[in-house]
T-cell receptor, first 114, second 111 residues
């Protein structure tokens, strides 16, 4: 049973560029959440998708946007990259959009902005 | 004041020691409490999950939640070098779908 898979694992961009990160949830899961983890910090909630809609959003600017597809996979897009966007971006899936918080995380996409 | 406070350590113990990790929180709406383990350059892995107050044991790991004090703990008995990782506490509750994490505590178990 495949867990949460993310791609790419590593990428380097320059300031002002745009990036798209991809996530496939664990089999049987229909809810996808995205988190940003800066070095030495805990993950910070970006947003959650359920039934192809943004269910809840954290304190991130509109440069961060997402999408969920009918097969439950998801994308995270970041426009106009800043140096401060350098972080590990984590995708997490769960079997429902409930508030229990029992999430399964992928290995993450490490973004470096130069 | 941050919603979740966690001492980042680092914490270094000898093999076989009992390890105690703690978090405090300020949001009374939190009802679900989790501990995640994160190895270097990997994603977090769910270790323990507790609803409301009380204790939960799983092998060498025990999670405790004291909602009256807004304090949660994770105990690791007979610690092993393979336990060396960052331990993140996380919480959710109310009408919130998100997890709120602590900063994580870096643990090293020395053989």
């Amino acid at each position: 049973d495949a867990g949460v898979t993310q791609s790419p694992t590593h990428l380097i961009k320059t300031r002002g560029q745009q990036v798209t990160l991809r996530c496939s949830p664990k089999s049987g899961h229909d809810t996808v959440s995205w988190y940003q983890q800066a070095l030495g910090q805990g993950p910070q909630f970006i947003f959650q998708y359920y039934e192809e809609e943004e269910r809840q959003r954290g304190n991130f600017p509109d440069r961060f946007s997402g999408h969920q597809f009918p097969n439950y996979s998801s994308e995270l897009n970041v426009n106009a990259l800043l140096l401060g966007d350098s972080a590990l971006y984590l995708c997490a899936s769960s079997p429902s959009p409930g508030v229990t918080g029992e999430l399964f995380f992928g290995e993450g996409s490490r973004l470096t902005v130069l | 004041q941050k919603e979740v406070e966690q001492d980042p350590g680092p914490l270094s113990v000898p093999e076989g020691a009992i390890v105690s990790l703690n978090c405090t929180y300020s949001n009374s709406a939190f009802q679900y409490f989790m501990w995640y383990r994160q190895y270097s350059r990997k994603g977090p892995e769910l270790l323990m999950y507790t609803y409301s107050s009380g204790n939960k044991e799983d092998g060498r790991f025990t999670a405790q939640v004291d909602k009256s004090s807004k304090y949660i703990s994770l105990f690791i008995r007979d610690s092993q070098p393979s336990d060396s990782a960052t331990y993140l506490c996380a919480m959710s509750g109310g009408s919130n779908y998100k997890l709120t994490f602590g900063k994580g505590t870096l643990l090293t178990v020395n053989p």
